[in-house]
């Protein structure tokens, strides 16, 4: 288990990392933007991947230190592009916990002043959106990170709270994007009851969909002829170091 004083040592001792996964235009293959995910260096080297962690963090109150470092870190990798004229959007995976805690909304809106991020940019992945609470404290969230200039992303969908009755419920709200969870894309295309049911997702909402784990031809090209063009998925990378990722970024052309 890990502990609080870990954690906090490890953000002390510089031990966490955001790997960057790349979201794909699967049409054309370009780069359109990227996934920030969490991972803490391990004392052989290694790094661990989040979700026993973030776990843990919530469960014992440290989840706050995490997130901001997170947001810091998504702040200064996205001023960088910026300053190099790359106009990528960088997501970042925020817990209801987190977004809900009072001043996270305003270390937002600090954080993007002060590393002059341009609107639209950072995108928040929010998963279990029903614990944001009703819809007025929703509303008045969502409508404060839209006035911030932070953009948000419905992650996970179709999975726990993140159900159909989202897209009416969420209908109204200023969220930009839709994840599908992997566990759907992981069906397509042989299984035919979720070749439906992602049809329909497709067509009755009107927010951007991003198909998650991508990982075989045959998907992507079933994702494409449905209209859905944004993937995400070992198809096209894994979760990359920055350092990685930032190499990759120098081998595109400029118009790329
Ligand atoms: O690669 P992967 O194992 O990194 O991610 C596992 C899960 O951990 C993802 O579903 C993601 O939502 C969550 N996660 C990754 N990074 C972060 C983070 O910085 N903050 C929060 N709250 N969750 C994260
Ligand atoms: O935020 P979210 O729950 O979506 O976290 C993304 C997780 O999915 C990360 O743990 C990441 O390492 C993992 N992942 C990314 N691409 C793929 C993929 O193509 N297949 C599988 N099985 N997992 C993936
Ligand atoms: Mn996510
Ligand atoms: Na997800």
Redesign the pocket.
């Known amino acids: 288990l890990t502990q609080e004083h870990d954690i906090l040592q490890g953000l002390e001792q510089e031990q966490f990392a955001l790997f960057l ?1 790349p979201q794909i235009d699967m049409a054309s293959g370009k780069l359109v933007g990227a ?1 920030a ?1 969490l991972r803490m260096r391990q004392p052989d080297g290694s790094y661990s ?3 026993e962690l973030i776990a843990n963090a919530e469960e014992i109150g440290v989840i706050g230190a995490l997130g901001r470092w997170a947001l810091e870190e998504a702040c200064r990798v996205l001023a960088g592009w910026q300053k190099r004229g790359i106009p990528l959007p960088l997501n970042v ?1 925020i817990s209801a916990l987190q977004l809900r805690e009072s001043g996270t909304v305003w270390h937002l809106q600090e954080l993007l002043e002060r590393h002059r991020i341009r609107p639209g940019s950072l995108v928040l ?1 929010l ?1 279990e959106t029903a614990q944001i609470g009703d819809a007025a404290q929703a509303k008045s969230l969502l409508g404060a990170l839209q006035e911030a200039g932070v953009a948000v992303a419905l ?2 969908f179709g999975t726990g709270y993140a159900n159909l009755s989202y897209l009416h419920q969420f209908r109204s709200l200023p969220i930009s994007k839709l ?1 599908m ?2 566990s759907f894309v ?1 069906m397509l295309p042989d299984d035919d009851t979720m070749v439906r049911i992602v049809a329909a997702i497709a067509e009755i909402t009107d927010l951007g969909v991003i198909a ?4 075989t031809e045959a998907q992507r090209d079933w994702l494409l002829a449905r209209g859905i063009t944004i993937g ?4 096209f990378d ?2 990359l170091s920055l350092a990685d990722f930032e190499k990759w970024l120098a081998t595109l052309s400029p118009s790329e």
């Open positions: 996964q996934e995910l991947l989040p979700e995976n992945e998963t992650d996970d994840k969870d992997r992981s998650e784990g991508v990982e995400q998925g070992y198809l894994g979760p």
